[in-house]
């Protein structure tokens, strides 16, 4: 049986709610939909609800959307949040990150896209959050849900560091593919044979796809010029403007890395 989510929309534009409630309430797995439309109201319909995810926009009366996320953690509520935002600026992209939120996209954004994200959300937790033993379990899957947000945080800033931005696909194919790297350093042997296919099954679309959004984000961090910030992360294997890694190296040099790291 599919987890039964429960999701409260918080933007200012009205149409915007109107739409991804209509959408959102086609499906199943779907429980309940609420919204609001200020910073306020969002804080308390958190704490009264407690939604398994926020999906809320940076820009709201009161409270801004960075205000709202600090007072539900502060607060130890356990939504999960998806910043969706026309905000497009890496400083932006990077405090929403900090603050542990599981995606940040860009409007325009298709409700499609959005319930995928969603979806990413609960089976990447649930693959990933090994049974807990009879006593003590929630302890030990609050130290495992840590470690992996640890992560997950690490590899965001390593990707803003070397201006990978985050709202292009490739983005979440990477991190995957990090994290996929991390557990199991043989897969970047296989990366078309298992590690592709693996990640285009999670998302929904093809191996081909993956292939070609990784390879796009790893373009668009030395487009941009930054490789001071890209060698100084990586330390031992200097970078030129002219020579990028392939996808394969790019994913086993950050693995490598967080590995390193501990």
């Given at each position: 049986m599919k987890k039964q989510i429960s999701i409260l929309i918080a933007d200012e534009n009205k149409d915007q709610i109107s739409k991804l409630k209509k959408y959102f309430e086609n499906f199943e797995?779907?429980?309940?939909?609420?919204?609001?439309?200020?910073?306020e109201e969002t804080l308390k319909k958190i704490e009264s609800l407690q939604p398994d995810v926020v999906i809320l926009d940076v820009i709201l009366s009161g409270l801004d959307g960075y205000a709202v996320i600090e007072e539900a953690k502060k607060k130890l509520i356990g939504s999960?949040?998806?910043?969706?935002?026309?905000?497009?600026s890496e400083t932006f992209v990077q405090k929403a990150m900090n603050q542990g939120v599981d995606y940040y996209m860009v409007k325009p954004v298709s409700p499609e896209l959005i319930l995928k994200r969603i979806h990413d959300i609960f089976s990447i937790s649930s693959s990933e959050v090994a049974p807990a033993p009879a006593l003590g379990s929630g302890t030990f899957e609050s130290k495992k849900n840590?470690?992996?947000?640890?992560?997950?945080?690490k590899i965001t800033n390593i990707f803003i560091t070397v201006g990978?931005?985050?709202h292009i696909k490739g983005y979440y194919f990477l991190r995957e593919?990090?994290?996929?790297?991390?557990?199991?350093?043989?897969?970047?042997?296989?990366?078309?044979?298992k590690l592709y296919p693996s990640?285009?099954?999670r998302f929904s679309t093809s191996a081909s796809k993956v292939e070609r959004a990784i390879r796009h984000a790893i373009e668009v961090a030395w487009n941009r010029g930054k490789i001071e910030n890209i060698n100084a992360v990586f330390g031992v294997k200097v970078y030129s403007n002219n020579e990028k890694p392939t996808n394969g190296e790019f994913i086993a040099l950050v693995a490598d890395k967080m590995l390193l790291e501990g």
């Open positions: 797995d779907i429980k309940s939909v609420e919204s609001s439309s200020s910073g999960r949040f998806i910043v969706v935002s026309s905000l497009s840590g470690n992996i947000k640890l992560l997950e945080e990978i931005p985050a593919a990090i994290k996929m790297a991390i557990d199991n350093p043989e897969v970047v042997n296989s990366i078309t044979k990640i285009a099954e």
